[in-house]
């Protein structure tokens, strides 16, 4: 802030009605006039002059020390001052009486002592004074100045005109330091005493101070937190609110951990007593049953008999099936099976090519095949609050503009040591040397090249508004020296809104803040970081291709960056990251080619694995006939024709793809798909060989098909369930993969069965596998005689032998039940704490340039995200109340908005508000305010008159001005009489808007609206008294990690909504990454509602199919527990709620069934009490479970941990492989413990188990 303080006298003579300095004698080298040590009596003006005097000085009346010309220096150098402060009239008046007394006060040499003076001209001029003033004036007028904002800069007053004095005696330290030549400041020195020496007959200056609570001069409750109608209001809350907790002795415990906790506890002393009853129960069932026993051990005798024979020894390997247990809808669906597969197993090859030639029909549709990239597209959902907000944001002020930015940062030599600095001279010129290169930047676009500034914002219409330390020296490597260098960047930072030569080279204040970063508090001296941000305009609908012109730039500025750049900064052992706008969206397209490989990888080794696991165990004379390669490389196809199927079909109604379907829906049907392909073939290896092939597959598809069907549908309703998701990728991914299950659902039981039939025939006969035209010899034949006849498999005989028969003691079912439930526990006390959000570096490769950048940004940003509060229908006519429940100056509401927004400043940590909004309509009110006399004014013919320092009224290039020609009949628009309690008329208000958007700011008013706030209005149609839209911007907090943009965006939510309430107006809260968090504002509700309707789902399609509640609700009962450990899987992961985790969690709810359906069905179709039908169920299917579901999916997953892209181990291998594992336990050890203690009992008795059951007799 530049003043100059005048006045005049040299030999004292301290007594009232005299002067200390009067007049001017000189002037610096710099212009700069000094006043003459003149101690003479105080001089009568004429009235003009005494008018003028009070008009700015009301304190001084009668005679004065001062000249009309040192008068109209001090009006000059305070219009400077005055707009910051003219918001606060007690604060201006005590700042205007400090000045008015040194400069025109008739007892000036009370206390004013010139202490030393200097020749200029042989004249002597005043060189040192000391000004003493009481502490009780200087602290009160610190007080009442100290929270005094500048509206356009987000700051207090005092950065300007105190350089953030956190004292009187610092402020007063600033006024009084002697300018140097061209600075701003006072030309000579002025020492600020409390109290004169006794015998100098002085005394301190002390006018009436006044306080910014005083009732006449009383400031807004923004710039006078302390005024009694302030201190009134509700307080914001100093604490943040904190969960609910118990404290045990110094342990300190949350209360649904401690809940969870006692709840557990009960179980387990519950399963505990019953365990220690259960020995006495089953002596008692024993004997109770004793006859029961014994008749199905004499049915059992049959085949224990005679294992020599063949058919003997398949059905001892074969569990005994109970089909009367049935219910309706299972025995159906195992009669429509079983004739269905006789069917088949006739016409093979129609039921191969009618399958196959639906879904290739279907994937026609590919000949439109495209993929949606674009983020809005994908992650904001139709009828988006925080779009709808961000489109009305976009029409009515203007689109946030596009960031390209570079963070160049010293290195850290140690862990414990800070960085070093950044400020010297050598990266100062480095960073010009970069600058240059940018500048000559040009990119291709259609054939013309496009260079920064045809692209950059331009605020004042000149100069890009690039925010870089390099506007200290306008953009320009010649002002450097001359500036000053380093010691130049260092003043600015002090002077940067008050000083010319601080300005930017577009006119406006840099704020140090945007341009430095790695520094506490306001210490930039300490930056160990330049921040270089290019702002670029962005435009609603792309008008004249100029989006595709900055992205063309954008790309050719990365590849600058790392070809030329880069190697810069390196070789001065300084660190470079940088970014574009487009950077994000580009790198995201080289990530979707980046895994494609892992995911080829991936279905090779679950080729690989299916053809091992469906051929028999292998033998070297006969492995080439009883593998199954090639009907293992048939089922692999089968899979990828259903997902091309599905795509195919929504790319033929329009709908895009994503890079989450292109990724994770060939892996998803794949791992589904090879379930259904194992336990359909292990099936029909199960049935007596003896059986024609027909009937052994009819009666495998009689045994597996109601389980596979009733795990298929599961599945295709746990996907469909995520159509109902808002968010569009979220939707899409779950509309592909609900289709593609059903589709290879469909595959599997009519194209796989149909080459499964053809495979058993080439075993048959003999043929040579991948080779079916090559038949082996006869004598090869004797010699593989009975294959597919051996005995069980390894894995079948330690389910019937071991497996089983650990699990059905009591004690170990017991162990069982604790511990799964207090996993369950567990999982619930862990989810409490996953976190919603997506970081960015995991979504990206790791070897983007991007990750660095993002690093850096937490790091080194000092400030976070740009807020805007907009206001819709601001009804601004002089009968409205809305300005001052807006405005935050002088008779302004105290819980106006302005005001509102400051107060929740002070706490940043729960409001994540960084300062005071800069506000369109204080600065216009102050603008338009007779005080602020340099800022609105006109000429006689009422046209709009500039400051003095603008054209015409001050010549282009001309360095300083004073009263011209052009200007000097310019009046100020309004006297106090005109306006209405200091507001003005809807007609003033109308007439003066668009010339305060229009004036451009400059020393003489700092003001003018004219860059700050020309997007800030609409003024389409505000002349009938309505602004349809305003804006008024502050910034959020730094935002370092993911829960800091959800809770920043939640908190300014909630404090529009309750300030919207309070002064009944709409008020909305903006900024540029809304749109792409809003879906983490209620992301647990989205994810509960959806995995709940999911199993939902399930449980209606088992009871459907099943008819039995208990089976269904204890298959329920398995994937709740399973999803609940999962979420716990993700706290200990800290895997992110997102929607990535919550298509993963709704589609675990669908491969969950799996791992539990088919060890239900098998159950419920085994004879025996409880603990001998686990035993059958484990026997049966337990294979099957843990060979065709468990390691066939392990196997598939366990590749993914070798993508290179962290989003695919995060995401897909962790979550996976622990899905993997938690199905395989609860499927094979919990669900078999929980079903030989609290499965459904029989329906039917004994006689009847037999009526259903496929017998050898009746094959024709």
């Not at 943040?240 to 415990?253: A, D, N, P, Q, T």
């Not at 810069?568 to 790198?587: D, H, Y």
Request: aromatic letters at 10%; hydrophobic letters at 40%.
């Amino acid at each position: 802030m530049q003043i100059l303080f005048v006045g005049y006298g040299v030999e004292a003579k301290q007594s009232a009605g005299y002067c200390a300095m009067y007049d001017i004698c000189g002037a610096r080298s710099d212009g700069k006039v000094l006043n003459c040590p003149f101690n003479i009596p105080s001089v009568k003006p004429d009235d003009l002059l005494s008018s003028k005097i009070q008009s700015l000085c009301p304190t001084i009346t009668g005679n004065v020390c001062c000249t009309e010309t040192q008068f109209d220096t001090l009006r000059s150098q305070v219009q400077q001052a005055i707009p910051f402060i003219v918001g606060c009239p007690a604060c201006l008046r005590n700042f205007l009486n400090l000045f008015c007394e040194l400069t025109c006060s008739p007892d000036q040499s009370l206390f004013i002592n010139v202490t030393s003076t200097t020749k200029v001209k042989n004249n002597s001029t005043v060189d040192g004074i000391q000004y003493y003033i009481t502490d009780d004036f200087g602290a009160g007028m610190y007080e009442s100045c100290k929270n005094v904002k500048f509206g356009s800069s987000n700051s207090r007053a005092l950065d300007f005109l105190g350089a953030g004095a956190k004292n009187f005696k610092e402020w007063f330290t600033f006024i009084g330091q002697k300018a140097g030549v061209n600075l701003p400041g006072s030309p000579y020195g002025i020492a600020f005493l409390p109290t004169p020496p006794v015998s100098s007959g002085m005394r301190p200056m002390n006018v009436s101070i006044y306080s910014c609570g005083d009732e006449s001069l009383g400031c807004s409750c923004g710039d006078c937190p302390s005024a009694a109608t302030c201190s009134s209001k509700a307080e914001v809350p100093t604490q943040k609110k904190h969960s609910c907790s118990i404290k045990i002795g110094s342990l300190e415990v949350k209360c649904v951990d401690f809940i969870l906790a006692i709840l557990y506890i009960v179980l387990v002393s519950l399963f505990l007593g019953g365990g220690l009853l259960h020995p006495v129960r089953g002596k008692k069932k024993t004997s109770q049953m004793g006859t029961l026993s014994e008749a199905s051990g004499e049915r059992n005798s049959v085949n224990q008999q005679k294992p020599d024979t063949i058919q003997s020894q398949m059905l001892q390997n074969t569990p005994q099936r109970n089909w009367g247990q049935l219910s309706t809808v299972q025995g159906h669906l195992a009669n429509f099976y079983g004739k269905y597969g006789i069917w088949v197993a006739r016409h093979p090859t129609l039921v191969l090519c009618l399958s196959v030639s639906v879904v290739l029909l279907l994937c026609v549709g590919l000949i439109r095949f495209k993929v949606e990239t674009r983020p809005d597209k994908l992650w904001v959902g139709s009828g988006s609050r925080a779009a709808e907000e961000k489109q009305f944001f976009d029409t009515h002020l203007a689109p946030f503009y596009r960031i390209e930015q570079l963070i160049i940062a010293t290195v850290q030599t140690s862990s414990h040591e800070k960085a070093p600095e950044i400020l010297t001279d050598d990266n100062i010129k480095l960073l010009f040397d970069i600058q240059k290169k940018v500048d000559g930047l040009r990119a291709n676009h259609s054939g013309s090249m496009v260079s920064l500034t045809d692209i950059c914002m331009k605020p004042l219409g000149e100069d890009c508004a690039t925010q870089s330390v390099l506007q200290y020296f306008k953009m320009k490597p010649e002002n450097y020296d001359d500036y000053g260098g380093v010691d130049h960047v260092k003043y600015c930072f002090e002077h940067f809104t008050s000083t010319e030569s601080c300005l930017s080279a577009f006119k406006g204040p840099l704020d140090p803040t945007t341009a430095l970063g790695g520094f506490s508090g306001n210490s930039f001296s300490e930056a160990s970081a330049f921040l270089v941000t290019y702002p670029v305009d962005n435009f609603v609908d792309n008008k004249g291709n100029k989006t595709e012109k900055a992205v063309a730039w954008e790309k050719a500025f990365i590849q600058l960056a790392k070809d030329e750049l880069l190697p810069m900064v390196q070789a001065k052992n300084l660190t470079l990251s940088f970014s574009s706008e487009s950077s994000i969206e580009e790198e995201l397209k080289r990530e979707s080619t980046a895994d494609v490989i892992t995911i080829a990888i991936s279905y090779l080794v679950m080729f690989a694995y299916i053809s091992l696991t469906l051929g028999d165990s292998p033998r070297l004379k006969s492995f080439y006939i009883t593998s199954k390669v090639l009907l293992g490389l048939s089922g692999v196809l089968l899979v990828m024709l259903s997902v091309l199927g599905s795509v195919g079909f929504f790319s033929a109604v329009g709908m895009k793809s994503t890079l989450i379907i292109m990724e994770v829906i060939p892996f998803l049907v794949l791992a589904v798909g090879v379930d259904n392909m194992c336990i359909l073939v292990h099936a029909v290896k199960r049935q007596e060989q003896e059986l024609p092939l027909e009937r052994r597959i009819s009666n495998a598809l009689m045994e597996v098909g109601p389980s596979i069907t009733l795990a298929s549908l599961a599945e295709i309703l746990a996907f469909a369930v995520g159509a109902f998701i808002k968010m569009p990728a979220v939707r899409v991914f779950s509309m592909f993969a609900a289709l593609a299950v059903l589709l290879d659902f469909l595959l599997q039981i009519t194209a796989f069965v149909a080459l499964i039939v053809f495979d058993f025939r080439r075993t048959e006969d003999k043929r040579v596998d991948c080779f079916p035209c090559i038949k082996t010899s006869k004598s090869s034949i004797s010699a593989e005689k009975g294959v597919g006849q051996r005995k069980a498999g390894l894995l079948t005989r330690y389910m019937k032998e071991v497996h089983a028969p650990v699990l059905s003691h009591w004690i170990v079912k017991i162990v069982v039940i604790a511990f799964f439930f207090g996993l369950a526990m567990a999982g619930i006390a862990l989810s409490t704490r996953i976190e919603p959000g997506l970081e960015q570096q995991i979504v990206l490769p790791q070897d983007s340039y991007l990750q660095g950048y993002f690093n850096n940004i937490s790091t080194y940003l000092r400030i976070g995200p740009p807020l805007y509060f907009v206001l819709k229908n601001y009804n601004y006519s002089s009968e409205s109340r809305h300005t001052n429940q807006l405005c935050s100056i002088n008779k302004c509401n105290p819980n106006s908005l302005l005001n509102e927004i400051a107060r929740a400043s002070l706490t940043p940590e729960l409001s994540y508000i960084a300062k005071p909004a800069a506000s369109w309509l204080d600065d216009f009110l102050v603008w338009l305010s007779p005080e602020a006399f340099g800022c609105c004014r006109k000429f006689t013919n009422g046209t709009f008159c500039p400051p003095d320092d603008q054209p015409p009224c001050c010549p282009p290039g001309q360095t300083s001005c004073g009263l011209s020609e052009v200007c000097k009949d310019c009046t100020t628009c309004f006297r106090h009489a005109d306006l209405s309690s200091d507001r003005p008329s809807t007609t003033q208000f109308k007439e003066k808007l668009p010339w305060f958007l229009n004036a451009l700011p400059s020393a003489d008013c700092a003001k003018g609206g004219h860059g700050a706030y020309s997007s800030s209005v609409d003024l389409q149609g505000y002349a009938n008294g309505i602004i349809q839209a305003s804006s008024f911007r502050t910034y959020h907090t730094p935002l370092n990690k993911q829960v800091d943009f959800v809770n920043s965006m939640r908190a300014a939510q909630e404090f529009s909504a309750k300030v919207s309430r309070s002064l009944k107006m709409e008020i909305y809260p903006y900024s540029v990454f809304y749109m792409f968090f809003e879906q983490y504002l209620d992301i647990w509700k989205t994810a509960l509602i959806n995995l709940s309707i999911a199993i939902a789902a399930v449980f209606v399609v088992c009871l459907i199919i099943t008819c039995s509640f208990w089976s269904s609700a204890i298959i329920l009962l398995v994937i709740a527990m399973i999803i609940i450990d999962l979420l716990g899987v993700m706290a200990v992961f800290h895997i992110q709620l997102n929607a990535l985790s919550v298509v993963n969690l709704i589609m675990s709810v669908g491969i969950a069934v799996e791992f539990c359906v088919h060890i239900t069905h098998a159950f419920s179709i085994s004879t025996g009490d409880r603990n001998h039908r686990m035993k059958e169920a484990l026997g049966g299917m337990g294979a099957s479970v843990f060979s065709g579901i468990t390691l066939t999916k392990l196997v598939g997953v366990i590749v993914l941990g070798f993508s290179r892209s962290e989003v695919f181990v995060v995401y897909y291998f962790k979550m996976y492989l622990a899905l993997v594992l938690l199905g395989f336990l609860h499927g094979l050890v919990f669900l078999p413990v929980f079903l030989s203690m609290f499965g459904p009992a029989p329906r039917h008795v004994e006689g009847e188990r037999q009526d259903h059951r496929p017998s050898v007799s009746s094959v024709p």
